[in-house]
Every structure is written in structure tokens, then in C-alpha cells.
């Protein structure tokens, strides 16, 4: 096509109807991961419904519509977007109680996210599948085939728009319920455009009051108790969403609806949540703590452990925090203040690491979530790029979130199988007695060893650490079987299925100054693949069998 005929083209009625629906279809698929990984995580499984139940209902909406094209016209298109806009609005006002009920449905862990994201965006999704067999049934263009591939075109370019303003421009700067407004604006604007010039009372009347409904989902919103306390501030992110929540006189910050850190207001030294005490048994472990100089964290939250780290020792702390709303956050309600000894690097921590020069004494991973784990993180490679940027006696740690033996307890056991590949010498620490999905501290050391329990309890009486470690020692699990999991690497790293087993099952994170710790309710409800629950470990003899109970702490 020559500049001059590029000119003259002026797109008709159909085209931007098509070009609409491209954008607004991959819009919300980008969208719709936002909404449901609060409830179900960002797992493979999770993105998997996402991709199946918009191909499977823009397929039914193709046919559908291409059944009915004789009847086409540019006010049938235009009841077809006002349709469209009034369920975003549904979504967007009741996407929560939704969310919620579909989780109730007693599915296997991998298929939980399926009902929700068809009952969210299945019908809104069939009927913009109907615009393009429509646009081509009135198409000015000659032929069926010139027809039809003028319309994929219109139709893929606003896919690629949508895609693109979405994730690289919208996500960043607007909330999950705005971005859902701005879509059923753009409906609603494109479906009064239609009608014109001719301005008919009904489609008129229709257009103004899908847009109140609009404006009146996301403006008022479903009234419902927060039982976590007071949101402080929320905001979506890059990557995720992200809360600060008061409760009392504890703060926690929520990473896609999920406990990350907690600091308590009126003592911000105390380690709110158990497992961040752990975090210093590495200190044990190096020669000599007097001589540590460099420690690295990989990953903020809320920057508890390299607070703590500055405070205690005479060391230089570096974080690789790879959201920097997260770093922010952690200055705004954290009481994080960067200064000579500790510093925060606003990139992935695989590629700080690959990209430093300097070498660490400990080296701690905290970037994992329950439901969200990068990938690249967990590999064979990263590990032993990590153990390459420690010193020679230095320590690597990992907090893992997974079950210490039986259903849930695959992705620990393939992450110990992992870094002891890399390692001379791997530990690791449960950091409940219950028998559940929590936090595990997996250590590793550069040099080879062979700390037993007495050791460590020795040298934790020994050394000045500025905290007591003894019940983190003794907490100490035995040797995981390992041969029924992979060793993950590049080339084959399955931590969503590893993990699956683990989604529908209690997240027990403990908290300093409480008796006992009830289990976090899982967030959906665990189907007959996975009928256990949360109970306190058996206080039996070890074992290596990773269905047998793991013994209670000493």
C-alpha cells in the first residue's frame, strides 16, 4: 500500500468495532491475571485457565457469531459492547465475592482457578467474539478471504495494543478496578459511536446507563469487613499487588493477598513473624561472625532481615529487590533508611549476582511467595552462581515455603535436592511444629561440613549474636528423600507442579510471643486430592519418608 493510499484510508463503523474488541478481549486476559492471583497464585495452572477460557469462549463467540452474520449490523454490535460493558462492571464491583465462591468448589488444586475465570470472563469474552465475524459480514472489502484477513489484522493489532497498554502502562500507574472502568468506557463510547448520526433513544439510553453502572461499581464497591485490619495503602505494581495493613499495633505487608513481613509499631526490632529469626543461624555457621563483612539479601519485603542484619552486625548489607514499590514501601511504612552500610539494588537478584564483582559471606534468598515462585531462582544454575559469590567459608540460605514431608512437601524436597547439588554441605530448619505448609530455612554451606545440633546450640551459647538461637537450632529436620524429585534445572524446572499440592492446603506462619499458631486458612477449599489439614507434627521417632510425620522439635 503506497503512502497516498494509506492517506485516503479512513477506517468505517465495523473496523473500529473489530479494533476495539481486539484491545478490550487481551486487555482483560492481561487484567484478569491481576484478579485472580490474590486468590489462586500466578502458577502455570493459574495463566493456563486464563489462556483456555478466552480461547475457548472467543471460539464459541467466532462461531456464534459467524452463524448469525446475516443478520449483522452496526446497532447489533453496538447491544453487543453495551452487553460486554455491563458485565465488566459486574466484574469489577463483585469480582471478590465471585472469587470466593468459585474457590469454594471442591476442585483438585491445579484446576481450582478454572471457575472463576470462566465465571468472570467467559461471557464477557463470547460476546466480544461475536464483533469479527460481524465486521467481516459488513466489510466493504471484496471477497471473502480479502474480508476476513482485513479483520484478523484489525483485530490482532488491537490485541497487540491491548496487550501492550495494559501491562506496560495501565498495571503500573492505575488500580485493578480503574483499568476495568477505563475498558467499559472504551465499550461504551464505541457502541455509541455506532448508532450515530442517527440517535435513536433506546441505544442512547442504554449507553448512559451501562456508563452510571460503570461509574457506580467502581466508585462504591461491594461494602465488606476486612478482618486483616485497616489498609493503610494498596497499590498495583508491576508485578504485583501490593498492601500495608494495620492490625493492632502490627503492620504486614501483603504481596498478592499474601503475608510477606510484619513489624511491630511500638517495637520495630522484634521479629513479628518466627521464621525471620532464622535468618541469622548462618552466623553460626561462618568461621569467625566477627569477620563477616558483606551479606546479601535477595529480596526486600519489608526488609526485616536486612534491617536487623545492619542493626546487630558490623556489616554491609546489600538487597536485590527487584519491585521497587516494594523498596518504597518498605521507607514509607518500614522504617527502611538506606545509609553507607546498606544498600538497595532495584534489579532481579539472579542478575545482580551474575553482574557483581564482590563476594558474600551469606547470601540469603527471600523471594519467594506460597503461590509465586521465580523460576529462575530455583535452578541449579542460579545455585551455583550463588555458591561461586561466596567467600570461602560463606553461607547460603533459602526460605522455602512448603509442607516438611507428605502431600506438599515436593517443591522442599526438590529445592534441598537442588542446592545440596551445588553445595558441600545442606541443612534445614522447619519453623513450626505444625504439620503444614510453612516457611523452611534451607542452609547451605561453600565449605564442607558437618554441623550436628550440639555444635550449633555451643556455639550459639558462645557467640554474641545479640539474639538466642536455641529453639531455631533445635528445630533442625533430617534428610529429605529426594530420589522421587528432580534436581531443577534450566532445562527442566516443574516448581508449578511441584507446588500444586501445596495451594489448597493451610499456610502456618508463626509469630514471636504466641503460645501456639493456628494455621492460616487455606485460600481455597482442598478437594480429594488433597484431604489433609493442618495438625501438629507427630512427636514420634524421625524419618527420611516423606509421607511418615516428621518428628516435633526437641
Same mark, same amino acid.
Request: hydrophobic letters at 40%; a negative charge; aromatic letters at 10%.
Given at each position: 500500500?503506497?503512502?497516498?493510499?494509506?492517506?485516503?484510508?479512513?477506517?468505517?463503523?465495523?473496523?473500529?468495532?473489530?479494533?476495539?474488541?481486539?484491545?478490550?478481549?487481551?486487555?482483560?486476559? /492481561?487484567?484478569? *491475571?491481576?484478579?485472580?492471583?490474590?486468590?489462586?497464585?500466578?502458577?502455570?495452572?493459574?495463566?493456563?485457565? /486464563?489462556?483456555?477460557?478466552?480461547?475457548?469462549?472467543?471460539?464459541?463467540?467466532?462461531?456464534?457469531?459467524?452463524?448469525?452474520?446475516?443478520?449483522?449490523?452496526?446497532?447489533?454490535?453496538?447491544?453487543?459492547? +453495551?452487553?460486554?460493558?455491563?458485565?465488566?462492571?459486574?466484574?469489577?464491583?463483585?469480582?471478590?465475592?465471585?472469587?470466593?465462591?468459585?474457590?469454594?468448589?471442591?476442585?483438585?488444586?491445579?484446576?481450582?482457578?478454572?471457575?472463576?475465570?470462566?465465571?468472570?470472563?467467559? #461471557?464477557?469474552?463470547?460476546?466480544?467474539?461475536?464483533?469479527?465475524?460481524?465486521?467481516?459480514?459488513?466489510?466493504?472489502?471484496?471477497?471473502?478471504?480479502?474480508?476476513?484477513?482485513?479483520?484478523?489484522?484489525?483485530?490482532?493489532?488491537?490485541?497487540?495494543?491491548?496487550?501492550?497498554?495494559? =501491562?506496560?502502562? +495501565?498495571?503500573?500507574?492505575?488500580?485493578?478496578?480503574?483499568?476495568?472502568?477505563?475498558?467499559?468506557?472504551?465499550?461504551? *463510547?464505541?457502541?455509541?459511536?455506532?448508532?450515530?448520526?442517527?440517535?435513536?433513544?433506546? #441505544?442512547?439510553?442504554?449507553?448512559?446507563?451501562?456508563?452510571?453502572?460503570?461509574?457506580?461499581?467502581?466508585?462504591?464497591?461491594?461494602?465488606?469487613?476486612?478482618?486483616?485490619?485497616?489498609?493503610?495503602?494498596?497499590? %498495583?505494581?508491576?508485578?504485583?499487588?501490593?498492601?500495608?495493613?494495620?492490625?493492632?499495633?502490627?503492620? =504486614?505487608?501483603?504481596?498478592?493477598?499474601?503475608?510477606?513481613?510484619?513489624?511491630?509499631?511500638?517495637?520495630?526490632?522484634?521479629?513479628?513473624?518466627?521464621?525471620? @529469626?532464622?535468618?541469622?543461624?548462618?552466623?553460626?555457621?561462618?568461621?569467625?561472625?566477627?569477620? !563477616?563483612?558483606?551479606?546479601?539479601?535477595?529480596?526486600?519485603? &519489608?526488609?526485616?532481615?536486612?534491617?536487623?542484619?545492619? @542493626?546487630?552486625?558490623? !556489616?554491609?548489607?546489600?538487597?536485590?529487590?527487584?519491585?521497587?514499590?516494594?523498596? %518504597?514501601?518498605?521507607?514509607? $511504612?518500614?522504617?527502611?533508611?538506606?545509609?553507607?552500610?546498606?544498600?538497595?539494588?532495584?534489579?532481579?537478584?539472579?542478575?545482580?549476582?551474575?553482574?557483581?564483582?564482590?563476594? $558474600?559471606?551469606?547470601?540469603?534468598?527471600?523471594?519467594?511467595?506460597?503461590?509465586? !515462585?521465580?523460576?529462575?531462582?530455583?535452578?541449579? *544454575?542460579?545455585?551455583?552462581?550463588?555458591?561461586?559469590?561466596?567467600?570461602?567459608?560463606?553461607?547460603?540460605?533459602?526460605?522455602?515455603?512448603?509442607?516438611?514431608? &507428605?502431600?506438599?512437601?515436593?517443591?522442599?524436597?526438590?529445592?534441598?535436592?537442588?542446592?545440596?547439588?551445588?553445595?558441600?554441605? =545442606?541443612?534445614?530448619?522447619?519453623?513450626?511444629?505444625?504439620?503444614?505448609?510453612?516457611?523452611?530455612?534451607?542452609?547451605?554451606?561453600?565449605?564442607?561440613?558437618?554441623?550436628?545440633?550440639?555444635?550449633?546450640?555451643? @556455639?550459639?551459647?558462645? @557467640?554474641?549474636?545479640? /539474639?538466642?538461637?536455641?529453639?531455631?537450632?533445635?528445630?533442625?529436620?533430617?534428610?529429605?528423600?529426594?530420589?522421587?524429585?528432580?534436581?531443577?534445572?534450566?532445562?527442566?524446572?516443574?516448581?508449578?507442579?511441584?507446588?500444586?499440592?501445596?495451594?489448597?492446603?493451610?499456610? !502456618?506462619?508463626?509469630?514471636?510471643?504466641?503460645?501456639?499458631?493456628?494455621?492460616?486458612?487455606?485460600?481455597?477449599?482442598?478437594?480429594?486430592?488433597?484431604?489433609? /489439614?493442618?495438625?501438629?507434627?507427630?512427636?514420634?521417632?524421625?524419618?527420611?519418608?516423606?509421607?511418615? #510425620?516428621?518428628?516435633?522439635?526437641?
Amino acid at each position: 500500500m503506497s503512502m497516498r493510499q494509506l492517506s485516503d484510508y479512513r477506517p468505517t463503523k465495523p473496523d473500529v468495532a473489530v479494533f476495539v474488541s481486539g484491545v478490550t478481549s487481551m486487555g482483560l486476559e /492481561i487484567l484478569a *491475571g491481576r484478579i485472580i492471583a490474590p486468590q489462586f497464585g500466578s502458577s502455570i495452572y493459574t495463566w493456563g485457565s /486464563i489462556i483456555t477460557v478466552f480461547l475457548a469462549a472467543l471460539s464459541l463467540g467466532y462461531w456464534q457469531g459467524g452463524k448469525q452474520a446475516g443478520t449483522a449490523s452496526n446497532r447489533r454490535m453496538s447491544w453487543i459492547m +453495551l452487553g460486554t460493558a455491563g458485565y465488566v462492571a459486574i466484574v469489577v464491583y463483585a469480582s471478590d465475592q465471585l472469587l470466593l465462591s468459585a474457590s469454594a468448589m471442591p476442585l483438585p488444586a491445579r484446576y481450582a482457578s478454572l471457575p472463576a475465570v470462566l465465571i468472570l470472563f467467559g #461471557p464477557p469474552t463470547y460476546l466480544l467474539g461475536f464483533i469479527s465475524p460481524y465486521s467481516a459480514e459488513l466489510s466493504r472489502k471484496e471477497g471473502i478471504g480479502e474480508a476476513s484477513g482485513h479483520v484478523y489484522a484489525l483485530g490482532t493489532i488491537g490485541s497487540i495494543v491491548g496487550a501492550g497498554a495494559t =501491562t506496560f502502562v +495501565l498495571i503500573p500507574a492505575l488500580g485493578i478496578d480503574a483499568i476495568g472502568l477505563l475498558f467499559g468506557f472504551i465499550l461504551v *463510547g464505541t457502541a455509541f459511536a455506532l448508532t450515530l448520526p442517527s440517535l435513536t433513544p433506546k #441505544p442512547a439510553a442504554a449507553s448512559v446507563g451501562i456508563a452510571l453502572l460503570l461509574v457506580v461499581a467502581a466508585g462504591v464497591g461491594p461494602v465488606a469487613f476486612d478482618h486483616r485490619g485497616d489498609v493503610v495503602y494498596q497499590t %498495583q505494581t508491576a508485578y504485583q499487588e501490593l498492601e500495608v495493613v494495620d492490625s493492632g499495633d502490627e503492620r =504486614t505487608l501483603y504481596l498478592d493477598g499474601a503475608r510477606h513481613s510484619a513489624m511491630d509499631l511500638e517495637d520495630p526490632d522484634r521479629h513479628v513473624f518466627e521464621y525471620t @529469626r532464622y535468618f541469622h543461624i548462618p552466623m553460626l555457621m561462618v568461621d569467625d561472625p566477627e569477620e !563477616v563483612d558483606n551479606v546479601l539479601f535477595i529480596g526486600g519485603g &519489608g526488609y526485616t532481615g536486612p534491617k536487623d542484619f545492619e @542493626r546487630k552486625y558490623d !556489616v554491609n548489607v546489600d538487597v536485590a529487590e527487584l519491585d521497587p514499590e516494594v523498596s %518504597q514501601a518498605a521507607k514509607d $511504612y518500614f522504617r527502611l533508611e538506606e545509609s553507607e552500610n546498606l544498600t538497595v539494588h532495584t534489579e532481579d537478584g539472579r542478575r545482580f549476582l551474575r553482574n557483581t564483582d564482590r563476594t $558474600y559471606d551469606v547470601i540469603v534468598l527471600d523471594a519467594y511467595q506460597k503461590d509465586q !515462585v521465580p523460576i529462575h531462582l530455583t535452578q541449579l *544454575g542460579f545455585m551455583e552462581l550463588a555458591e561461586d559469590r561466596l567467600t570461602d567459608d560463606g553461607v547460603f540460605m533459602a526460605n522455602v515455603i512448603s509442607a516438611p514431608s &507428605g502431600a506438599g512437601s515436593d517443591f522442599y524436597r526438590a529445592q534441598y535436592k537442588t542446592i545440596d547439588r551445588a553445595f558441600p554441605s =545442606t541443612y534445614s530448619y522447619r519453623t513450626s511444629e505444625w504439620d503444614s505448609v510453612q516457611n523452611i530455612e534451607i542452609v547451605a554451606t561453600k565449605a564442607d561440613t558437618d554441623f550436628t545440633e550440639a555444635e550449633l546450640a555451643e @556455639r550459639n551459647a558462645n @557467640r554474641d549474636l545479640g /539474639i538466642d538461637l536455641s529453639s531455631e537450632v533445635n528445630a533442625t529436620l533430617p534428610v529429605p528423600r529426594t530420589d522421587d524429585v528432580p534436581v531443577l534445572t534450566e532445562d527442566h524446572a516443574p516448581v508449578d507442579s511441584l507446588q500444586s499440592s501445596t495451594i489448597g492446603q493451610e499456610y !502456618v506462619i508463626e509469630q514471636t510471643g504466641e503460645e501456639e499458631t493456628e494455621p492460616e486458612p487455606a485460600s481455597i477449599t482442598v478437594g480429594p486430592e488433597f484431604p489433609d /489439614i493442618a495438625r501438629p507434627a507427630d512427636h514420634g521417632s524421625a524419618s527420611t519418608d516423606p509421607i511418615a #510425620p516428621e518428628p516435633g522439635l526437641a
